[in-house]
């Protein structure tokens, strides 16, 4: 079983929405973290999960990721334990050169920030990049989703 998760992050910097091929809404929270590692509760569109990550490893390139889908309900109740605020943000799938960017806008109080995630099946792997990626951020901690529950976009981005 490999758990690992090997992803690059991007903030957007362009318009990419009229090369998305879909989109969902996701309202996610956490009920533990601690050390790096983190336990969240995820809502999309129709479907639950609950998700354990473990510490950031390679810069921050990659960390054991392991999910599972759970009832709604469930995981309505679970955001109701959570230790920080809800993240709400809508995510976009855009294709590009032999990859899936995820791109997630986020609402409330991380209104403005638009990232991009990819993942790769290793970290020496090469990708091409679209117009509209901007400035990585892989590995800075500001923009885990955990980190911006806890410390909104709001709060920081001047």
């Known amino acids: 079983m490999n758990n690992l998760e090997i992803e690059r992050k991007f903030l957007v910097s362009g318009d990419?929405?009229?090369?998305?091929?879909?989109?969902?809404?996701?309202?996610?929270?956490?009920?533990n973290q601690a050390g790096?590692?983190?336990?969240?509760?995820r809502i999309r569109d129709e479907k639950a999960y609950l998700t354990?990550?473990?510490p950031s490893?390679?810069?921050?390139?990659?960390?054991?990721?392991?999910?599972i889908e759970i009832p709604v309900t469930d995981a309505e109740q679970l955001l109701e334990l959570r230790v920080s605020a809800v993240i709400d943000k809508r995510r976009y799938l855009v294709p590009f050169g032999g990859h899936t960017f995820e791109v997630d806008?986020?609402?409330?109080?991380?209104?403005?920030?638009?990232?991009?995630?990819?993942?790769?099946?290793?970290?020496?792997?090469?990708?091409e990049?679209?117009?509209?990626l901007g400035q990585e951020v892989t590995g800075d901690t500001h923009y885990y989703n955990s980190h911006l529950s806890r410390h909104p976009y709001k709060e920081w981005a001047e």
């Open 52 to 54: 354990i990550k473990g």
């Open 36 to 41: 790096g590692r983190t336990v969240r509760v």
């Open 16 to 31: 990419f929405k009229s090369e998305a091929v879909s989109s969902t809404h996701i309202r996610q929270a956490y009920i």
């Open 57 to 67: 490893l390679d810069g921050g390139l990659s960390r054991f990721e392991w999910e």
């Open 129 to 132: 990049k679209p117009d509209w």
């Open 105 to 127: 806008e986020f609402y409330g109080d991380n209104e403005g920030l638009v990232m991009a995630e990819v993942e790769l099946a290793e970290p020496s792997e090469t990708f």
